[in-house]
């Protein structure tokens, strides 16, 4: 059984940086894709970034997109979050995912759900 344990988040200031880290254990064999969901108060659980087995594809929101950078470990079982440039309006829960493909990760295909970590930006 594959389990994804987060770390990082925390409360940081508009435009300060943050990193989140995501490691899966167990039979990673099935894990392939990776990535970011989150999730703010009333809203919906969108992906915010993912990235394939290899590391060679990426998706980004575009919310997010010149400010976040996802990557993953030597491990591959892995993936990193490095958010810069926050602001007020990412604040969320953030939720590590695996699935099949980063096209199955968008279409909100999960196999497998961190338990979140909060991240807060003040202004």
């Known amino acids: 059984q594959v389990q994804l344990v987060e770390s990082g988040g925390g409360l940081v200031q508009a435009g300060g940086s943050l990193r989140l880290s995501c490691a899966a254990s167990?039979?990673?064999?099935?894990?392939?894709?990776m990535g970011w969901f989150r999730q703010a108060p009333g809203k919906e659980r969108d992906l915010v970034s993912g990235?394939?087995?290899?590391?060679?594809?990426?998706y980004y929101a575009d919310s997010v997109k010149g400010r976040f950078t996802i990557s993953r470990g030597s491990a591959k079982n892995t993936v990193y979050l490095q958010m810069n440039g926050l602001k007020p309006e990412d604040t969320a829960v953030y939720y590590c995912?695996?699935?099949?493909?980063?096209?199955?990760?968008?279409?909100?295909?999960?196999?497998?759900w961190g338990q979140g970590t909060q991240v807060t930006v003040s202004s």
């Open positions: 990235i394939s087995w290899t590391g060679a594809s990426t």
């Open positions: 167990g039979r990673t064999s099935s894990v392939y894709a």
């Open positions: 995912a695996a699935g099949s493909s980063i096209v199955t990760l968008e279409a909100g295909l999960v196999h497998l």
